[in-house]
DNA sequence: TGCTAATATAACTGAATGATTATATAATCG
DNA sequence: CGATTATATAATCATTCAGTTATATTAGCA
């Protein structure tokens, strides 16, 4: 059996995915715990549909899940296919400082 | 002593350097040997200022290293400073084919 | 059923980026 | 020194991309 390898291609665009301040911090964040869109809004004080439009793209490559509760999209990290993501995502810095701060339900 | 901590906007930077199908090319390429400008032309069959400009591109973020003997400027892989890198580069393509089939010292 | 809250999508804009062409610099060699 | 080779830099252009504003969708709730 041949394990699968990853090409170039993919992988640039997987690191493309990386490559955007809001969107590592959005991975930082998930490294935490799961969250909502209004959640991760709130913490970073941007607009929701920049947030919106950075999980999509995240989602689309395959390094988020998605999961609707009621009214409240929840997205967290998916790691499993990626294994060369393992170490990135252990160097992010921690954002736990910035999750207490915002104060729980605050919108969800 | 506190570890100095990579921040998200630094990381972010380092990604970006990697995003691009070209230079993670050039990347697998180094992984394999240190190569001279020429060499990297002539595998990639692209012109030599888009090499040069990249290179330029990943000394500046320190990824690669820059050594001139006589007329040519060998460029080499230089993960030192970068650990959450190692895996990535560990998943990277074999680029041995390719090399192979470049015949030797044909510019160099 | 209508209202509100959470999220997504669309359209737009300014900035960043990769590739190309042309030119400059630097080193070797006759 | 002049010619050639290796590499770098500059200027230009088309494309991509992140963020904003405006609008649509979806779900809960009164």
């Known amino acids: 059996m041949v394990l699968s390898e ?12 990386l490559s955007d301040k ?15 869109v209004c959640d991760i809004v709130d913490i970073l004080e ?9 999980l999509k793209k995240l989602k689309t490559g395959g390094i988020v899940n998605e999961t609707r509760r009621s009214q409240w999209i929840y997205y967290s990290l998916n790691m499993s296919d990626k294994p060369y993501l393992h170490e990135i995502f252990i160097h992010l810095p921690s954002m736990k400082d ?11």
Chains 1, 2 share one sequence.
């Open 22 to 36: 809001t969107r590592l911090t959005i991975l930082a964040l998930l490294k935490e715990r799961e969250m909502c």
């Open 46 to 54: 941007t607009t929701q549909p920049n947030i919106s439009q950075h």
């Open 6 to 17: 990853t090409s170039i291609a993919e992988m640039a665009e997987t690191m493309k995915l």
């Open 98 to 108: 910035k999750i207490d701060a915002h104060k729980p339900n605050s919108c969800c």
